[in-house]
């Protein structure tokens, strides 16, 4: 009976039908500092910073956060003005790295927003 309960227990284990532990959380003041930084690549901004995280959803089959976010920006012409988005996502890469993405007026852009603490800097190549 103890060799069938042990098989089980791999079993169960192989399969990833065990308890599941927590997603890892993004860091919140580095993804928000993403979140505006890639809002600023998208070409539309000439200011933008993000006012508040409304909250985060975990995506297990792709291993994702879905972040709601609400930003305040200004245009080119000096217009001021705030707005709030469902499309940041979030995900950790298999170093370490955080990567912040998000999708305004069909433009997809993405920052890198973390380093790993024992990962070292990358040397600029142009040095």
Same mark, same amino acid.
Request: charge should be negative; proline fraction near 8%; include cysteine.
């Given at each position: 009976?103890?060799?069938?309960?042990?098989?089980?227990?791999?079993?169960?284990?192989?399969?990833?039908?065990?308890?599941?532990?927590?997603?890892?959380?993004?860091?919140? &003041?580095?993804?928000?500092?993403? +979140?505006?930084?890639?809002?600023?690549?998208?070409?539309?901004?000439?200011e933008v910073g993000i006012t508040q995280m409304l909250?985060?959803?975990?995506?297990? $089959?792709?291993?994702?956060?879905?972040?709601?976010?609400?930003?305040?920006?200004?245009?080119? $012409?000096?217009?001021? #003005?705030?707005?709030?988005?469902?499309?940041?996502?979030?995900?950790? +890469? $298999?170093?370490?790295?955080?990567?912040?993405?998000?999708?305004?007026?069909?433009?997809?852009?993405?920052?890198?927003? #973390?380093?790993?603490?024992?990962?070292?800097?990358?040397? $600029?190549?142009? &040095?």
């Amino acid at each position: 009976m103890l060799r069938f309960r042990n098989f089980l227990l791999l079993l169960v284990g192989a399969l990833g039908l065990g308890a599941c532990s927590e997603p890892p959380t993004p860091p919140p &003041e580095e993804i928000q500092q993403g +979140m505006a930084e890639a809002l600023f690549d998208t070409g539309f901004y000439s200011e933008v910073g993000i006012t508040q995280m409304l909250g985060r959803h975990y995506e297990p $089959d792709n291993d994702v956060w879905n972040i709601i976010a609400c930003y305040q920006f200004a245009l080119a $012409d000096g217009s001021e #003005s705030t707005d709030c988005v469902d499309s940041f996502n979030a995900f950790q +890469m $298999d170093n370490g790295i955080w990567i912040v993405s998000v999708t305004i007026n069909q433009v997809y852009r993405w920052r890198s927003v #973390s380093l790993p603490v024992d990962t070292p800097p990358v040397a $600029d190549p142009a &040095e």
